[in-house]
């Protein structure tokens, strides 16, 4: 690294020869969640703590969608990008998270799980507080942008092909219904993926799908598997500061290594005796 990127503070470079880029993965902020979800929930405190962190860094948050835009060479990227993300819909995200976001100006998007906030829909998920469907539009209002997070949060790298297209097709169409124009991007539950699904989400119609791999991102990523950083509880101020100063992790993209491969050998395995597991 070059003596002038480490005074701009933006950390290691990808391979591409590109500044890293952060992409945060939030699930639900809450002081008292479930006890399955706790270890991926930060507490209003801890999140209000992480934005100032964000302010600071001199990062822009952007939406998924300008990554795509990048990726895609319609326009660029704002100098220095940053991405905050929120999974599944639970019941804080149209609330105090959408009001913490819009009362600082931060964009951000959320990845739905159609089946789990759709009356009488079915999902995965344990029980948990979630928002309802007729919300997501709301949450455009706020400064939200709307992806897929599938219908019932199963490891997508372990079903039929039949299965797949169904979480794929459906939850965007559920999404489409309710808000009324295209629905561009997916996020893979708990980040399962492998190239067949990779390009069934391509041929779903989606534009972008973003994974976890614990990594940051680039501006070189690959469209069907963005990285993300999950964060957890545990995680300090200082971690979020150091991401945001392009610190702490790999930078994608790169290969899957032997245990990512191997382990989804594992899970798929099991998913023939077991049928469709939750991916978390």
């Known amino acids: 690294m070059s003596t002038s990127a480490r ?3 933006e950390g290691p470079i990808s391979p591409s020869g590109t500044p890293a880029i952060p ?19 930060v507490t209003p405190r801890q999140f209000a703590a992480h934005l100032d962190a964000i302010a600071c860094s001199g990062r822009t948050p952007v939406t998924i969608s300008a990554i795509a835009d990048h990726l895609a060479g319609r326009a660029p990227l704002p100098p220095r990008p940053v991405l905050l993300t929120f999974d599944d819909g639970f019941a804080d995200l149209p609330g105090p998270t959408a009001e913490t976001l819009a009362g600082r100006g931060l964009p951000a998007t959320a990845y739905l799980t159609t089946g789990a906030i759709t009356p009488g829909g079915r999902s995965l998920l344990p029980p948990a507080p979630m928002m309802a469907l007729d ?4 949450l455009e209002r706020s400064g939200m942008e709307i992806g897929s997070h599938t219908v019932t949060h199963a490891q997508l790298d372990t079903l039929s092909g039949k299965d797949l297209a169904y979480e794929l097709r459906t939850s965007k169409a559920v ?53 993300r950083l999950i964060v957890r509880r545990t995680h300090t101020v200082a971690d979020v500061q150091g991401w945001l100063a392009g610190a702490g992790a790999r930078v994608a993209p790169y290969r899957d290594g032997p245990k990512t491969i191997a382990w989804r050998w594992y899970r798929r395995a099991r998913a023939v005796v077991h049928g469709p597991e939750f991916a978390g």
Not at 23 to 41: G, R, S
Not at 135 to 138: F, M, Q
Not at 194 to 212: I, L, N
């Open 135 to 138: 919300r997501a539009a709301e």
């Open 23 to 41: 992409v945060f993965l939030y699930h639900a902020v809450m002081d008292d969640p479930p006890d399955w979800i706790a270890e991926f929930t």
């Open 175 to 227: 999404l489409e219904d309710a808000l009324g124009h295209e629905v561009r991007h997916l996020a893979y539950p708990h980040g399962y993926n492998s190239p067949r699904v990779r390009a069934m989400s391509a041929r779903a119609g989606y534009e972008t799908a973003t994974a976890v791999r614990h990594a940051l991102s680039s501006d070189h990523d690959e469209r069907y598997r963005i990285a």
């Open 7 to 9: 005074t701009r503070g």
